[in-house]
């Protein structure tokens, strides 16, 4: 069985930064990659950054720059570092994982992902 556990959201003024982590459990290569995904009132779900356990990286181009993804394999944690947030940013974040792997912009679709937390929320005031 594989678990997903997100921590670290919470409320930042404009600017500010956080640290989400996702906390994974299960057989390995359940766990190849690891993604994030945010959803705000009323949006569809979309992505934010992937990481896969070959080192390979992807931000979506809204958070290019100001996001950074890292991996601590460990303690089987994914950190998403969020730097420079703005109220755009305000969303429930997911922590998500792929049963297998992914290549360029396929790591960027959520259907390929299997298992999913159930989301630390992240708010962003002006």
């Known amino acids: 069985q594989v678990q997903l556990v997100e921590s670290g959201g919470g409320l930042v003024q404009a600017g500010g930064s956080l640290r989400l982590s996702c906390v994974t459990s299960g057989r390995t290569y359940t766990r190849n990659v690891v993604g994030w995904f945010r959803q705000a009132p009323g949006k569809e779900r979309s992505f934010v950054a992937a990481t896969r356990s070959d080192g390979g990286l992807y931000y979506a181009d809204s958070v290019k720059g100001r996001f950074v993804l890292s991996r601590e394999n460990a303690k089987s944690t994914v950190f998403l570092q969020m730097n420079n947030l703005k109220p755009e940013d305000t969303a429930s974040y997911y922590c998500?994982?792929?049963?297998?792997?992914?290549?360029?912009?396929?790591?960027?679709?959520?259907?390929?992902?299997?298992?999913w937390g159930q989301g630390t929320q992240v708010t962003v005031s002006s």
């Open positions: 998500a994982a792929i049963a297998g792997y992914c290549s360029g912009t396929s790591c960027w679709d959520r259907r390929l992902y299997t298992y």
